[in-house]
Nanobody, 123 residues
């Protein structure tokens, strides 16, 4: 069983920055994919970014690439999502996810989900 604990959400003005954290425990990190997804009110959950824990390969959507950065700290078993130049359309609940699938952008690759953290960007 994998446990995920998220933190770092909050209220920020447009153009500002936030860093989300997700601490992982409970299972081996070998072949683990860590991802961030988000869900805005009335919308489906969508992929934001992912990282392969061992190889460090990262994945983004075109809209977040250059603004968001996913990274990991092996010693702290923590994955980060640094979000810069935030826009009002980034407002959503952000979820950390972990899994062993082969498609980092698909929710089906993830077996474990955090509780979510609210990010609100005011314009």
């Amino acid at each position: 069983q994998v446990q995920l604990v998220e933190s770092g959400g909050g209220l920020v003005q447009a153009g500002g920055s936030l860093r989300l954290s997700c601490t992982v425990s409970g299972r081996t990190f070998s072949n683990l994919i860590m991802g961030w997804f988000r869900q805005a009110p009335g919308k489906e959950r969508e992929f934001v970014a992912a990282i392969m824990w061992n190889a460090g390969m990262t994945y983004y959507t075109d809209s977040e690439k250059g603004r968001f950065t996913i990274s990991r700290d092996n010693a702290k078993s923590t994955v980060f999502l640094q979000m810069n130049s935030l826009k009002s359309e980034d407002t959503a609940v952000y979820y950390c996810a972990a899994g062993y699938g082969v498609l980092p952008r698909s929710p089906k690759s993830y077996n474990y989900w955090g509780q979510g953290t609210q990010v609100t960007v005011s314009s």
